[in-house]
């Protein structure tokens, strides 16, 4: 698979902001991948992705997969709303949630 040079180059410098932990960057990396409308929009950890239409209802389920891939462990039925997949940081605080259960 080829990276975008701009994609890339946002990976790197996602890995040298020692601030940011490693779910976020995880997180963040994969998205930008995923929706290039996060790139063009320049989204932030707390700007709306399902609300902007940047991530729908196919893309959460991509997420979600994700997520039990890069992480190990399954997200739940009722685990699938909005409240946990709006922005990045809730997305990144779901995930803290699941791994210290």
Known sequence: MTVDPTVQGL????????????V?????????????????????????LLDSGIIDSLGTLELAAFLE?????????????????????SITAFVKTKLEN
């Not at 990976?11 to 490693?22: K, Q, T, Y």
């Not at 963040?28 to 932030?44: C, Q, V």
């Not at 699938?80 to 709006?86: G, K, L």
Request: aromatic share 8%.
């Open 11 to 22: 990976h790197e410098g996602l890995a040298d902001r020692s601030h940011v932990n490693d």
């Open 24 to 48: 976020e960057v995880r997180v963040l990396a994969w998205i930008l991948d995923n929706f290039p409308l996060t790139r063009e929009r320049d989204t932030g950890p707390t700007d709306p």
């Open 69 to 89: 891939r890069e992480f190990g462990f399954i997200v739940e039925d009722e685990e699938m709303v909005a409240d946990h997949f709006e922005t990045i940081a």
